[in-house]
């Protein structure tokens, strides 16, 4: 597995199949444990996942850490975080479609190396890549779907929406989060139980 996950990233570092292979500074390739449990897919790269090589790095990847850490995930113990395209769309704009396809194969192969029990996509990015829906994330969030591999998939909101959000009130973005974090939690730690 780790052996096919290096050779991936091996091809996505020298991949042009979109043009954002030109702009590109570093593929951001993935962060975290590749034999967890869960994996979780954003959006793309921004400017300091570009700088650095690692999703979710910024502010936003700041919050999401906290997320985690509310529930005792840990990126570098227990969870898998890649995103939909691995090179960072200019001015942190939503990838295209034609830029997702292109760097579909790659994240399709990931996920059959990884075949992780639980799959969150996190942002509508993320959402729409995995889900033909005209629902968007605020109806879908914290509801369990079908995913690839037999995995259990959950939407959640994207830590960036959460930052132009910051209420913690009952129904609020930030409260919903942790409600879906909660229940994901419980979900992993049956998961955890009933693993040989
Ligand atoms: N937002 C994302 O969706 N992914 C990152 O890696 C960083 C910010």
């Known amino acids: 597995m780790f052996e096919e996950l290096e050779k991936i990233k091996l091809e996505c570092q020298s991949c042009n199949r979109c043009p ?51 529930v005792g995930f840990d990126r570098h113990q227990n969870i898998y975080i890649c995103n939909t395209i691995k090179c960072r769309p200019p ?26 029990k639980i799959i969150l996509l996190c942002g509508k990015v993320a959402l729409t890549s995995f889900m033909e829906t005209k629902e968007g994330i605020s109806k879908l969030r914290g509801r369990w779907f079908n995913g690839p591999f037999g995995a259990k998939m959950m939407p959640i909101f994207h830590p960036s929406y959460l930052l132009r959000n910051p209420s913690h ?10 409600q879906d974090m909660k229940e994901i939690k419980r979900v992993y730690d049956s998961i955890k139980s009933d693993s040989p």
């Open 169 to 178: 009130k009952e129904g609020s973005p930030k409260w919903l989060m942790w």
């Open 91 to 116: 001015e942190n704009r939503d990838p295209l479609p034609e830029e997702k396809m292109a760097c579909r194969n790659y994240l399709d192969r990931q996920l059959a190396c990884l075949r992780p």
């Open 20 to 70: 954002l292979g030109k702009t590109r500074t570093n593929v951001v390739f993935s962060a975290g444990v590749p034999n967890s449990d869960i994996v979780l897919i954003g959006e793309a790269p921004g400017y300091n996942e570009d700088m650095t090589g690692e999703p979710f790095v910024g502010r936003a990847g700041q919050l999401l850490d906290k997320i985690l850490a509310s």
